[in-house]
C-alpha cells in the first residue's frame, strides 16, 4: 500500500474543461507538495501546502489541503494543452521525500 | 542559471558492467537526493545525502551506491548493475530547511 494515493491515474479531457485531481492518505502530514513534470523533465515544484483547510492559487490552478491534513485536491479552470503533464503529489521530512505514482493528464486541443 | 545536471542523458548498458550517473549542482545545496521512477509506481527514493561526506539510504538502495565527497556533486554508482535497474533516475538538490527540491533533468538507464 502506498503513503500517498493519486486519483485519477490517468485524464484525458478537452480543451476549456475543467478538472480536479486527488492526492490521498490515512495519514497525517504537516505539509504536501504538487509537482509536475513534463516528458523528458525532471519534476518541477508547484506549491506547498502547510495549513488544514489552507487553498493556493496558481493562475488557473487551484490546490486545497484537507482539514486533517491527510488529503489534498488540485483543481485546474478551462485546461490547456500546455497543461498537459504527470501531476504529483508528495511528501517528507527533512530526511526524505515520498511521491505519489502521479496523475497523467492529457488535454485535446 | 540554477540548475541540477545530470550525466549521461541516456544510456544503455549490459549486466555486469559497472557504471556511474554523474550529478551536479551550482546552488550550494547542502542536500542532494537520488530517486528512480517506473511506471505505476511513481519516484522512489534511493540514496541521499545532507551534506558532504554524510550520505543515508532511501527505500530502494539496493544495487547501488553514492559518495559525495564535495557539495556540488552526487555520483550514483552501480558496480554490478542488472535489468531490474533499467528505469529512468533522477538527482534532485535542495537547501537545508527548505522545502523545495530541484530536479535534474534525468537519465534513462536500460540493462540488458
Known amino acids: 500500500t502506498q503513503l500517498l494515493e493519486q486519483s485519477p491515474q490517468f485524464l484525458s479531457i478537452q480543451e476549456g474543461e475543467n478538472l480536479t485531481v486527488y492526492c490521498n492518505s490515512s495519514?497525517?502530514?504537516?505539509?504536501l507538495q504538487w509537482y509536475r513534470q513534463e516528458p523528458g523533465e525532471g519534476p518541477v515544484l508547484l506549491v506547498t501546502v502547510v495549513t488544514g483547510g489552507e487553498v493556493k492559487k496558481l493562475k488557473r490552478l487551484t490546490f486545497q489541503f484537507g482539514d486533517a491534513r491527510k488529503d489534498s485536491s488540485l483543481h485546474i479552470t478551462a485546461a490547456q494543452p500546455g497543461d498537459t503533464g504527470l501531476y504529483l503529489c508528495a511528501v517528507g521530512s527533512a530526511r526524505q521525500l515520498t511521491f505519489g505514482s502521479g496523475t497523467q493528464l492529457t488535454v485535446l486541443p | 542559471e540554477a540548475q541540477v545536471t545530470q550525466n549521461p542523458r541516456y544510456l544503455i548498458t549490459v549486466t555486469g558492467k559497472k557504471l556511474t550517473v554523474t550529478c551536479s549542482q551550482n546552488m550550494n545545496h547542502e542536500y542532494m537526493s537520488w530517486y528512480r521512477q517506473d511506471p505505476g509506481l511513481g519516484l522512489r527514493q534511493i540514496y541521499y545525502s545532507m551534506n558532504v561526506e554524510v550520505t543515508d539510504k532511501g527505500d530502494v538502495p539496493e544495487g547501488y551506491k553514492v559518495s559525495r565527497k564535495e557539495k556540488r556533486n552526487f555520483p550514483l554508482i552501480l558496480e554490478s548493475p542488472s535489468p531490474n535497474q533499467t528505469s529512468l533516475y533522477f538527482c534532485?538538490?535542495?537547501?537545508?530547511?527548505?522545502?523545495?527540491?530541484?530536479f535534474g533533468p534525468g537519465t534513462r538507464l536500460t540493462v540488458t
Open positions: 495519514s497525517v502530514f504537516s505539509s
Open positions: 534532485a538538490s535542495r537547501l537545508a530547511g527548505v522545502r523545495e527540491q530541484y
